[in-house]
């Protein structure tokens, strides 16, 4: 029988088991290795939807580099201009570095878009951005994702970092949407 779990009014069911999400993991890990050898990057975690593929990806990465963790806070604008999300919790100096932002999905990319100009106002010498997953489909913005470890529909899914309204980031496998 299928794994599934209820979370509030909804039920998903398992779509993406433990072990194939870390064999991606592993993939993105050997890319990252390659390309960001001698570069001592900086891999910089959005709390918290990446915490999980974060200490996965970690610990695969054996290069020497640094790891750190920001937070986007939502408040509600002064103005009547909807929600904007504030950095917080950067502590390191960032000029003339390599940044990795690795972060758990890119929907609309807005988040992200809105992450990469607030750290490139910190005079980076690169950034890339690492995501666990992408919903190609979905994509608003003209975004460079090097580095994705999965592609998935424009479902809503938990699980594995990913939450519902605060609740399912603890489990090791991703589950989908089955019903309202
Ligand atoms: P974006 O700004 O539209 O790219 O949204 C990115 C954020 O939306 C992510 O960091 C997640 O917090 C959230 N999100 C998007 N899709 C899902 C999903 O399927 N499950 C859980 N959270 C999601
Ligand atoms: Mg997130």
Redesign the pocket.
Known sequence: MEKTIRIKDKTFAVSIPEADILREVDRVAAELNRDLAGKAPLFLS?LN?SFMFMADLMKRIDIPCEVSFVKLASYQGAKSTGRVKELIGLNENLEGRTVVIV??????????QRLVEQLAAHRPDKIHIVTLLL?PD?LMVNLDIEYVAMRIPN????GYG???DGLGRNYKDIYTVVSD
């Open positions: 959005v939807g972060e758990d999905i890119v929907d609309s990319g807005l988040t992200m919903k979905r479902d809503f899914i938990v990913l939450d519902y």
